[in-house]
């Protein structure tokens, strides 16, 4: 079983940025990748970037490439997402989600472990 707890959201003016937390707890050695989605009201949830375990790899949405950062300190157990350059759009609740099966994958359905989520919300 993993963890995941988000943090880190809040409300922000366009332009500005903020860095969402996910730290993992359980057996997290288990886990190939650790990605961040996002749902907004009345959207289905939506990816936005992933990590491989050791960082070898990054996949990211193209609405948020050049602007959000995912990274990942494998000493505290912590992904990270930096968002620049925020947007009303990019208003959602945002997901921290574990895969323990090798691959970077899109498919929320893909990831077995989920956290409560975070609220960002951007202001125009």
């Known amino acids: 079983q993993v963890e995941l707890v988000e943090s880190g959201g809040g409300l922000v003016q366009a332009g500005g940025s903020l860095r969402l937390s996910c730290a993992a707890s359980?057996?997290?050695?288990?886990?190939?990748?650790m990605g961040w989605f996002r749902q907004a009201p009345g959207k289905e949830r939506e990816f936005v970037s992933a990590?491989?375990?050791?960082?070898?790899?990054?996949i990211s949405t193209d609405s948020v490439k050049g602007r959000f950062t995912i990274s990942r300190d494998n000493a505290k157990n912590t992904v990270y997402l930096q968002m620049n350059g925020l947007n009303p759009d990019d208003t959602a609740l945002y997901y921290c989600?574990?895969?323990?099966?090798?691959?970077?994958?899109?498919?929320?359905?893909?990831?077995?472990?989920w956290g409560q989520g975070t609220q960002v919300t951007v202001s125009s």
């Open positions: 359980g057996r997290t050695s288990n886990t190939y990748s």
């Open positions: 989600a574990a895969r323990t099966l090798w691959g970077l994958r899109r498919l929320p359905n893909e990831y077995e472990y």
């Open positions: 990590i491989t375990t050791v960082g070898s790899a990054i």
